[in-house]
């Protein structure tokens, strides 16, 4: 797998998607079923290691029942 520089888009991505599915309690197996990716490829993504095409986004935030804009807003920080 081909690595790319990480990016603060690619962070912050990384930081809600770890969130949301730790919210739900699930593994990254199970959104790997629910979203019909490969769970290897979304531990990447998790890790900030690998892009995202907006498919592959539109399929998270449909597997997480959210918006797709609010896998890549960034959070206020106290």
Do not use: C, F, H
């Amino acid at each position: 797998m081909k690595r790319t520089p990480k990016s603060p888009l690619r962070d912050t991505l990384a930081i809600n998607l770890r969130s949301l599915r730790a919210e739900r309690g699930w593994s990254q197996e199970r959104l790997a079923l629910e979203s019909g990716l490969n769970r290897t490829y979304l531990s990447a993504v998790e890790r900030s290691e690998q892009n995202i095409s907006i498919d592959n986004l539109w399929r998270l935030a449909q597997a997480l029942d959210i918006d797709p804009a609010a896998l890549l807003q960034a959070k206020l920080r106290s």
